[in-house]
């Protein structure tokens, strides 16, 4: 599967998934656009392992009124185009009812909400004006398995999914006919330094024992998932949420 010729924006990219992601697409003959918030050294490790280019670094907060406006302005004036958006940039809080208070609680709620779902919609709504312009495109959003089976010590970022995930759905209708696919991809634990201090911790052994496999995803699984999706073979799969869980969660 080639993309040469192709833009691809990739958000969140400095590290795990995202860096995983940009390198498959590079890897692919695609020019890719590295965006990080605040690590810079990540970002610029991630863009100098790309091959083939030339690729590009993009700096922006997501979960601001601008950033995703800003963004999406940046890339294409220096790009051109995005051919293909993955929106990976996240967060996960933990803010258990029980021991936060109502200041953090309000909080990371706000926070969660802005950087995980306000701000990829806000960036689809950016890129996809632009790719019913152009007659099509590409937007793949990484979810997570939380959406569905929940998150009791961060429930903002199942939330935040959750709603990423119906917000996918409503859109793929929405673009279909102009030619914009969209999908959601939901991993479960994935070996990204997010998840570095549970994996190897006191509970590792568990959280790899939840698959049938008993391990986790490997970052370069999810962004093979992500990379076929973005391909000319899967249009008809618009619109569905694919799990990458290791049979962890299985959901009707």
Not at 14 to 19: N, V, Y
Not at 119 to 137: D, E, F, Q, S, T
Not at 143 to 153: I, K, M, V
Request: glycine fraction near 10%.
């Amino acid at each position: 599967m080639s993309f040469t010729d192709k833009v691809v924006l990739v958000t969140g990219a400095s590290r795990g998934i995202g860096r995983a992601t940009a390198q498959a697409f590079a890897d692919r003959g695609a020019t890719v656009a590295v965006h990080y918030h605040r690590n810079r050294r990540a970002a610029e490790e991630t863009l100098a392992s790309l091959h083939s280019g030339p690729h590009r670094l993009f700096q922006t907060d997501l979960g601001s009124i601008h950033g995703p406006q800003d963004l999406a302005t940046a890339v294409i004036k220096e790009l051109g185009t995005v051919d293909v958006l993955v929106n990976n940039a996240g967060i996960y809080k933990p803010h258990p009812l029980d021991e936060a208070s109502y200041e953090e609680w309000q909080e990371l709620w706000d926070l969660t909400l802005a950087t995980n779902l306000t701000g990829p919609v806000n960036l689809i709504y950016c890129i996809a004006r632009r790719m019913i312009l152009r007659g099509g495109g590409r937007i793949i959003n990484i979810t997570s398995r939380g959406a569905f089976r929940g998150e009791p010590e961060a429930p903002a970022y199942g939330a935040a999914k959750a709603g990423l995930n119906a917000a996918s759905q409503s859109l793929a209708k929405a673009l279909a006919p102009h030619g914009v696919f969209v999908y959601a991809v939901a991993p479960g634990w994935v070996e990204t330094d997010m998840a570095k201090k549970y994996l190897h911790g006191p509970e590792g052994d568990a959280i790899r024992a939840q698959s049938p496999l008993n391990r986790v995803a490997r970052p370069e699984e999810v962004a093979e998932t992500v990379v076929f999706l973005a391909g000319e073979n899967a249009e008809f799969l618009t619109g569905g949420i694919v799990d990458v869980n290791g049979a962890s969660y299985l959901r009707s």
